[in-house]
């Protein structure tokens, strides 16, 4: 475990959750962070990203307009603030800091061997 997440849970449908990711000193040398999920059945997926060196974020099309990636750079914390939640929400989700020349294509990779991950945390929609 090198990132840890927090914030996970259960939610009805139309809520909202926020998650949190203790990023520490993994961001050092990485320029992207990202929340990541797996979905059940399905392989993990990119949600959202931020460009570690300015204000830079990017969606998956399926969470566009209802979660929110922002990072608290003084207290090494990257947020996703999940709102008008669905079922088709439920799964893992994941925190990682990564190396990438453009963080908005991670969002677009089939998968991801490389960077900082945490062990993850339940979403549960219902």
């Known amino acids: 475990v090198q990132l840890v997440e927090s914030g996970g849970g259960s939610v009805q449908a139309g809520g909202s959750l926020t998650l949190s990711c203790a990023a520490g000193r993994y961001t050092y040398k990485r320029n992207c962070m990202g929340w990541f999920r797996q979905r059940p059945g399905k392989d993990r997926e990119g949600v959202a990203v931020?460009?570690?060196?300015?204000?830079?974020?990017s969606y998956a099309d399926s969470v566009k307009g209802r979660f929110i990636i922002t990072r608290d750079k003084a207290r090494d914390l990257v947020y996703l603030q999940m709102n008008g939640l669905q079922p088709e929400d439920t799964g893992i989700y994941y925190c990682?800091?990564?190396?990438?020349?453009?963080?908005?294509?991670?969002?677009?990779?089939?998968?991801?061997?490389?960077?900082?991950w945490g062990q993850g945390t339940q979403v549960t929609v219902s």
């Open positions: 990682a800091a990564l190396l990438y020349p453009k963080c908005s294509e991670l969002l677009g990779l089939e998968s991801i061997d490389f960077g900082y």
């Open positions: 931020l460009w570690i060196g300015g204000a830079t974020t």
